[in-house]
């Protein structure tokens, strides 16, 4: 159609795509290069009781040292590597990276920590994900039940159809289940009560609007209700605030992740967390709020 109208629009069209096409071919090249010389890395984002302060869980979040671009975060490269499969070496790694570093923070008294871990559509539907995860976690030593998967409210209606049985091969393995950025996305109720589902993970944006906006409010307080009614935890995302987090304890949402607590930490921030620093952080420790 360009082409018929004028030549001008077509040649600046054509080269408008050419130039998204090559760089999207060079950042391919880059993630496949990215992937062979462990250029990727990890980060924690730690998970707090918000009632005592106590860490209760990580979410690992990956990250990339671009030679050219520096520090990426997960936005500008994961649909890449979903769309052209190269999210299988760079899930498989952050399963193996994530549960290699966990082993080095157990102690021999303490509760095992919770390690959360995301997967995506295609992670999700692999069909060979559990035996894979089975295989991951019997090498690092990591009891089942200390691993969460996380899979988000779309890749759920997404996969409408064989979610369920998806679910299911994962449960098998003992592990936990959450759906991330829960609220999102007008989850059927009916559908959700079917699902091995162990937590739901509130999205910042409720979590945010929650003590001003009424609307944000009312859908965190229907959520709350519906994971009691459900017999299924909570966790608020994105807390970033202290009346954020009074608001959530009234209502009776007891774990909270967010800037609020901390930003994901690498390694050795989450080794000190555990076990150098005696007290809570700094900010954590300046609350001060009656529980519900
Ligand atoms: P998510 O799983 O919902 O992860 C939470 C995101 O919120 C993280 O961004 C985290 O850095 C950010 N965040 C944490 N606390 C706060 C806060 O208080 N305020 C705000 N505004 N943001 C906060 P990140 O690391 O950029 O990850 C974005 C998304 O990328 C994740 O959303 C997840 O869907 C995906 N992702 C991240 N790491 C992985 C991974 O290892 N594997 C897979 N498959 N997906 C990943
Ligand atoms: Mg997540
Ligand atoms: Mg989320
Ligand atoms: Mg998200």
Same mark, same amino acid.
């Given at each position: 159609?360009?082409?018929?109208?004028?030549?001008?629009t077509?040649?600046?069209?054509?080269?408008?795509?050419?130039?998204?096409?090559?760089?999207?071919?060079?950042?391919?090249?880059?993630?496949?290069?990215g992937?062979?010389?462990?250029?990727?890395?990890?980060?924690?984002?730690?998970?707090?009781?918000?009632?005592?302060?106590?860490?209760?869980?990580?979410?690992?979040?990956?990250?990339?040292?671009?030679?050219?671009?520096?520090?990426?975060?997960?936005?500008s490269?994961?649909?890449?590597?979903?769309?052209?499969? @190269?999210?299988?070496?760079?899930?498989?790694?952050?399963?193996?990276?994530?549960?290699?570093?966990?082993?080095?923070?157990?102690?021999?008294?303490?509760?095992?920590?919770?390690?959360?871990?995301?997967?995506?559509?295609?992670?999700?539907?692999?069909?060979?994900?559990?035996?894979?995860?089975?295989?991951?976690?019997?090498?690092?030593?990591?009891?089942?039940?200390?691993?969460? @998967?996380?899979?988000?409210?779309?890749?759920?209606?997404?996969?409408?159809?064989?979610a369920?049985?998806?679910?299911?091969?994962?449960?098998?393995?003992?592990?936990?289940?959450?759906?991330?950025?829960?609220?999102?996305?007008?989850?059927?109720?009916?559908y959700?009560?079917? @699902?091995?589902?162990?937590?739901?993970?509130?999205?910042?944006?409720?979590v945010?609007?929650?003590?001003?906006?009424?609307?944000?409010?009312?859908?965190?307080?229907?959520?709350?209700?519906?994971?009691?009614?459900m017999?299924l935890?909570?966790?608020?995302?994105?807390?970033?605030?202290?009346?954020?987090?009074?608001?959530?304890?009234?209502?009776?949402?007891?774990?909270?992740?967010?800037?609020?607590?901390?930003?994901?930490?690498?390694?050795?921030?989450?080794?000190?967390?555990?076990?150098?620093?005696?007290?809570?952080?700094q900010?954590a420790?300046?609350?001060?709020?009656?529980?519900?």
């Amino acid at each position: 159609e360009a082409k018929e109208a004028n030549g001008n629009t077509y040649r600046l069209f054509s080269r408008e795509m050419e130039r998204k096409l090559s760089q999207r071919l060079e950042m391919e090249t880059s993630l496949r290069l990215g992937l062979h010389r462990e250029e990727f890395f990890l980060l924690y984002q730690p998970q707090f009781d918000m009632r005592n302060q106590q860490l209760v869980g990580i979410e690992a979040l990956v990250r990339w040292n671009h030679p050219v671009r520096g520090l990426l975060t997960p936005e500008s490269f994961i649909d890449l590597a979903e769309e052209t499969g @190269l999210i299988a070496p760079l899930g498989d790694w952050i399963l193996r990276e994530a549960c290699k570093q966990w082993q080095q923070w157990q102690k021999s008294d303490g509760q095992p920590l919770r390690l959360a871990i995301n997967l995506t559509n295609r992670q999700f539907q692999n069909a060979n994900l559990a035996k894979d995860i089975q295989a991951i976690i019997e090498e690092a030593g990591l009891p089942p039940q200390s691993l969460e @998967l996380e899979v988000t409210e779309a890749t759920l209606m997404q996969n409408a159809s064989s979610a369920d049985k998806f679910l299911g091969q994962l449960k098998e393995l003992g592990v936990q289940l959450s759906i991330d950025d829960f609220g999102t996305g007008y989850f059927s109720l009916a559908y959700l009560q079917h @699902l091995p589902i162990d937590r739901l993970k509130i999205d910042p944006s409720f979590v945010q609007g929650g003590p001003g906006d009424s609307n944000h409010a009312s859908i965190v307080t229907t959520i709350i209700d519906l994971a009691r009614n459900m017999d299924l935890e909570l966790i608020a995302e994105g807390v970033e605030s202290a009346s954020q987090i009074k608001f959530l304890l009234e209502k009776g949402c007891h774990l909270g992740q967010g800037y609020y607590f901390s930003e994901p930490l690498d390694g050795d921030g989450i080794g000190n967390l555990i076990n150098g620093l005696p007290e809570p952080p700094q900010k954590a420790r300046d609350l001060d709020f009656r529980l519900p």
